[in-house]
């Protein structure tokens, strides 16, 4: 191959690179939509639309009544929010930070709950706290069951 029909060659390889990459950025962002048909001719549909560190999606029923629920994501954070067919809405933002996280619910009302996690080395403890006002704490240590897992599989026979 010569260099003159490397020189012509050169362009349209970087065209043609350049046109995959625009195809790949544009389609960092999806959308679908599914609609199924009963037998007796009524019709329910779900769209949903994804991109970095989102989520929306919504689903019609055959009555017509729709559900939605947003959701977005980062490292240290998420919050999403739940629309129901009747017009309530839940919605939960969560906090994560190293060692735990907390979360809170809260509904159409102004009625929330909250949920409290501390990691360590050895185990986890939750507190979670309900609309009422009362509480409970679970501790979790660490490795018992997987310990409990090891121990079996070793004396099986």
Known sequence: MNTT???RQTPML???LLASLSVFVATESSARETTVTGPNGKTASREVEREKGKVESSTTGAQGKTRSRTLERSKGAASSSVTQRDGDTVTRETTRVEGGSTSTLTSSTGKSASA???RT???SSTTVTGADGKSVTVERERGQLADRVKERRANKP
Do not use: H, N, P
Request: proline share 0%; no cysteine.
């Open 5 to 7: 029909t490397r020189s």
């Open 14 to 16: 970087l065209a043609a």
């Open 116 to 118: 409290a996690t501390t």
């Open 121 to 123: 080395e050895t185990g």
